[in-house]
């Protein structure tokens, strides 16, 4: 089953605008984390923003914001004033715990797409 | 600096071969791992060590093998290339909840 849910393969944007990426999780531990990380055309992985689940408040850095919906386990990427830079791949990640250790599992990812 | 550096970036080689690609990371973060993107973007976790001890091995083919012979450094092996193997190769290390990636490792297998 899937863990990690996004369900938008593609949104476009105009600069200036804000937009939402989708991400839903599937786990049952209380304490996990969530992750969303940036994938240019250059290919490389750019960590964006990190939610912890008993983080009382959403997570924001700079442009990048978390809608964090705890019961309805949604961990949503908000991008205030779209620029030119943000088209990429986005990929929402959640930390997952194996027998001796975590690792991020990914989201099949969103590719944004800003016009001007 | 790079935090996390692969080698090659690049990597073109013929079915059949044997390959490494290296990983170095200078942030003194105890755990690093290999994570491989598919030709349709999705990234899946293969291998971590913790302190050079192999700790998450991820259904993997055996003809790939991780070796950490310090724990700033992750290599991973490859015998007998397969079309399939060709993809981006990942390393990434971590402390914490902070997680950084390497540029990536294109194999392309021909």
């Known amino acids: 089953a899937q863990k990690i849910t996004q369900t938008q393969p593609g949104m476009f944007v105009q600069e200036k605008e804000a937009v939402t990426l989708d991400c839903t999780y599937d786990t049952s531990d209380p304490s996990y984390g969530l992750f969303w990380y940036k994938q240019p055309s250059s290919g490389e992985m750019i960590f964006l923003i990190y939610q912890g689940s008993y983080d009382q408040q959403n997570a924001t850095e700079g442009r990048y914001s978390l809608n964090f919906q705890k019961a309805r386990k949604s961990a949503n990427l908000v991008i205030s004033a779209s620029q030119l830079g943000d088209s990429a791949m986005y990929f929402c990640a959640m930390r997952e715990v194996y027998q001796a250790g975590t690792a991020l599992i990914f989201g099949k990812g969103t590719t944004l797409s800003v016009s001007s | 600096d790079t935090a996390v550096s692969q080698t090659p970036k690049y990597l073109v080689t013929q079915m059949g071969n044997d390959k490494s690609i290296k990983c170095e990371q200078n942030l003194g973060h105890d755990t690093m791992y290999w994570y491989k993107q598919d030709s349709k973007k999705f990234l899946k976790i293969m291998f971590s060590y913790n302190n050079k001890e192999l700790i998450i091995n991820e259904t993997v083919p055996n003809r790939f093998s991780p070796k950490s012979p310090d724990k700033a450094h992750l290599n991973l092996h490859i015998n007998s290339l397969e079309l399939g193997d060709s993809a981006v190769y990942f390393c990434?290390?971590?402390?914490?909840?902070?997680?950084?990636f390497g540029e990536g490792s294109w194999l392309t297998v021909v």
């Open positions: 990434a290390s971590s402390q914490g909840n902070t997680i950084y």
